[in-house]
C-alpha cells in the first residue's frame, strides 16, 4: 500500500519537477566591485519567454537595466535552446548586504530562490569592456526587447555528400567494400544538423539496395562523427550507410544519384555577446551516381560454381590412429576474408577404405571497419573400412578463386590417419557412433502399433455417435407424445 502510495505521489508531482528543471533562477557573482552590476536571471530551456514577475529589490543596490541572451546547444544531432534574462542591479555603496528569499512567476509557474549574501568592494579601475553600472539611468528608460530580430546571414559551408567505394571493378563473386559519408568542416558544426533523419535514411537505404549482389551490412546503433583530414583541413564525417556486397553475375553494380537535406542556420549580421541566437533554414547535399563494373572470371572448368575470396585452411583429427570399423570425425575449416554463404562442403572421393557421412556445418562471421572476415566449419564423420595409413589430401580438395592473385588455387587436407586391425563387415553398422538421437533408443517403448489404428477408432467414434443419435430421437418422439 505504502508502494503504490509512493508511485501516485510521484506520478502527480513528476511532471511538476521537470518542468522545474527547465525554469531556473541564476543569481550573480559575489564579492563583486562597487562599479560592476549585478545579477539576477531566469533561465527558460526550450520554451520561450511569454510573461514573468518583476525583479525583487535589494536593499543597497538600484535596478538597472535588463539584457537577454539565447544559447543554441547541439549534442548528438539534438539541439537544446536556452533563453535568459537579467536584471542589473548597480550597488550604492561599499558593504555586505543580504538578498532574502524571494520567488517570481515565469510563464503561469513559480520559481523559489533561496536568496545570497553579497559583498561589494572598493571600486577596481575600470577597463575597456567592463560592466559599469549606469547610476543616472531612471526606472523608466527603455528597455532592450527581448524579443528584438535581428538581421540575419547565410554563411558559405564546406561541407558534402559522397560515396565511397574501395574499388571501381570487381570479379563475380568479388567482395568490395561502399559507404556513404557526409562530411562536414570542423569549423562549420555550428551552422548544420541533421533534419527528419529517421525517415531520410529509410528511403535512401531504399534506393541502396541492388537486385543483384549478396550484401553484408554494417549495423549501426548511433551516426556519431569521425574526425579526418580533407586536403590538409579538418573535417566532421558522418557514416551513413556501409556495406561489403558481393556481385552474383555480370550486370554492372550502379548506385544512383541521392540527396540528403540539412537544416543549415542563418546567423546574425552583426554577431554580439548578448545576441548569439541563429535562424533555421534548409540545404540539401547531392551524391553523384556511382557504377562498379563486374568482370567474368578467367576460364577454368568449374568457374561458374568456385567460391571467390583469400582463403587459408585449419584441419583436425578426433583420433590419429585408431581401428577398423571405429568412427572418428574430421574438421576442414576454411578461414578468410569472402562470401561466406558461398561456400560449400568439399565432397570426398568415394573409396573403398573410407565412408565419409555428410558434414555438420557451422558458420562465423565477423564485420570490422569495412571488412568482411569469418570462417565455416564442416566436420565429416569417418568410418575406416580397411587397415592402412590414409592422406587425406588424397580423397579431398577445395578448390577457389583468389582476387588478389588472380588465379585459382586450391585447399587440400595434410593430416594423415593410421587405421590398425582387421575388416570385419558385420561391425560396420553397429560400430559408427551415431549421436545422442540413437542413444535413446534402448529406453524408448519397442511395442508395436498397428498403422490402422486411428481408421479403428474413428469407426468406433462414428457408431456411438449414431447410438446416441437414435436414443436423442427416440427420446424427443415419446415426449411429444405424453
Known amino acids: 500500500m505504502r508502494q503504490f502510495a509512493l508511485i501516485l505521489l510521484l506520478l502527480v508531482f513528476l ?25 539576477i536571471g531566469i533561465r527558460l530551456q526550450d520554451q520561450q519567454l511569454k510573461e514573468y514577475s518583476p525583479f525583487p529589490e535589494i536593499e543597497g543596490f538600484k535596478k538597472s537595466s535588463k539584457y537577454s541572451s539565447t544559447e543554441s546547444i547541439i549534442t548528438a ?54 560592466n559599469l553600472p549606469d547610476l543616472i539611468t531612471p526606472d523608466e528608460a527603455p528597455e532592450t526587447k527581448i524579443d528584438a530580430q535581428p538581421e540575419y546571414i547565410e554563411k558559405d559551408d564546406n561541407a558534402f555528400l559522397t560515396y565511397y567505394t574501395t574499388k571501381n571493378e570487381v570479379f563475380v563473386g568479388e567482395g568490395f567494400t561502399v559507404a556513404l559519408y557526409f562530411y562536414l568542416a570542423a569549423e562549420d558544426q555550428q551552422l548544420l544538423e541533421f533534419y527528419d533523419f529517421t525517415n531520410q535514411i529509410t528511403a535512401i537505404l531504399r534506393q541502396l539496395k541492388q537486385p543483384n549482389v549478396w550484401e553484408e551490412a554494417f549495423d549501426f546503433t548511433e551516426i556519431t562523427p569521425e574526425n579526418v583530414t580533407v586536403a590538409g583541413k579538418p573535417y566532421l564525417r558522418f557514416k551513413l550507410y556501409e556495406a561489403v556486397l558481393y556481385p552474383i553475375n555480370l550486370q554492372p553494380i550502379k548506385f544512383p544519384a541521392l540527396s540528403l537535406k540539412m537544416l543549415k542556420y542563418k546567423v546574425p549580421k552583426k554577431p554580439n555577446l ?105 566436420t565429416y564423420t569417418v568410418l575406416p573400412r580397411e587397415p592402412g595409413k590414409y592422406n587425406l589430401g588424397n580423397v579431398m580438395e577445395w578448390i577457389y578463386f583468389d ?54 477408432i474413428k469407426r468406433y467414434t462414428n457408431i456411438i455417435l449414431a447410438v446416441l443419435l437414435a436414443v436423442s430421437g427416440f427420446v424427443f418422439i415419446k415426449r411429444r407424445k405424453l
Open 15 to 39: 511532471p511538476g519537477i521537470l518542468l522545474a528543471q527547465q525554469v531556473s533562477i541564476q543569481l550573480g557573482k559575489s564579492p563583486l566591485p562597487l562599479n560592476q552590476y549585478y545579477t
Open 77 to 130: 544531432g539534438t539541439t537544446t535552446k536556452i533563453v535568459t534574462v537579467y536584471q542589473n542591479y548597480a550597488p550604492l555603496a561599499e558593504g555586505e548586504f543580504v538578498l532574502k528569499p524571494f520567488s517570481m512567476k515565469v510563464n503561469g509557474q513559480t520559481v523559489q530562490s533561496q536568496g545570497a549574501t553579497i559583498v561589494v568592494k572598493p571600486m577596481t579601475t575600470a577597463t575597456p569592456g567592463t
Open 274 to 378: 548578448l545576441n548569439n541566437e541563429r535562424q533555421e533554414g534548409y540545404k540539401t547535399y547531392f551524391a553523384r551516381e556511382r557504377e562498379i563494373i563486374v568482370k567474368q572470371l578467367p576460364p577454368h572448368p568449374l568457374r561458374d560454381v568456385v567460391p571467390v575470396g583469400s582463403y587459408k585452411l585449419n584441419e583436425r583429427l578426433s583420433r590419429k590412429k585408431l581401428n577398423v570399423n571405429k568412427s572418428f570425425e574430421y574438421l576442414f575449416e576454411v578461414v578468410g576474408e569472402g562470401n561466406m554463404a558461398a561456400i560449400m562442403p568439399p565432397v570426398p572421393e568415394e573409396t573403398l577404405a573410407l565412408d565419409f557421412y555428410p558434414p555438420d556445418v557451422r558458420q562465423g562471421i565477423t564485420r570490422r571497419a569495412g571488412r568482411v572476415q569469418g570462417s565455416k566449419t564442416f
Open 403 to 456: 582476387p588478389l592473385t588472380v588465379r585459382y588455387d586450391t585447399l587440400r587436407p595434410a593430416l594423415t590417419v593410421q587405421i590398425t586391425g582387421s575388416r570385419d563387415t558385420d561391425a560396420l553398422v553397429l560400430s559408427r557412433e551415431l549421436g545422442p538421437f540413437y542413444k535413446i533408443i534402448e529406453n524408448e517403448d519397442d511395442t508395436l502399433v498397428s498403422l490402422h489404428q486411428f481408421d479403428e
